[in-house]
């Protein structure tokens, strides 16, 4: 996966905005970003069980700082403090595809 072309906290709609070339732009909600945080203590790294409570995450949870680590993924801080996720390339096109799904 290439990195995308834009990235964008839109801390007015709460939604992470995603693109990549030749596509066009797709908002996911920082909730969902935050709940599928990557790193071990969100997710079993031998089961790949969520060990994170979607509970705990506080309510208008968003991006504080976010910057590129090598040319892989974003690295996000979040208000609550958390900052150990790394969120690859693949995961925000996941993430972004999710955030497509017709709601039921
Ligand atoms: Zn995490």
């Known amino acids: 996966m290439s990195p ?3 990235i964008r906290a839109h801390k007015a709609t709460g939604q992470l905005e995603l ?15 935050r ?3 990557p790193c071990a203590s ?9 060990i994170l ?14 910057s590129f680590t090598g040319n892989y993924a974003l690295k996000i801080v979040w208000s609550d403090g ?7 390339w693949d995961l925000l096109a996941e993430l972004a595809r999710d955030a497509c799904q017709p709601k039921e």
Do not use: K, Q
Not at 57 to 65: F, K, S, V
Not at 82 to 88: A, E, I, M, N, R
């Open 4 to 6: 995308p072309s834009r």
């Open 19 to 33: 693109e990549w070339p030749g596509s066009p732009a797709v908002a996911v909600p920082f909730r969902h970003v």
């Open 35 to 37: 709940e599928h945080c």
């Open 42 to 50: 969100c997710i079993d790294e031998n089961t790949g069980e969520r």
């Open 53 to 66: 409570d979607p509970r705990t995450i506080p309510a208008g949870i968003e991006p504080t700082d976010m």
């Open 82 to 88: 958390h900052s150990t996720g790394l969120y690859t």
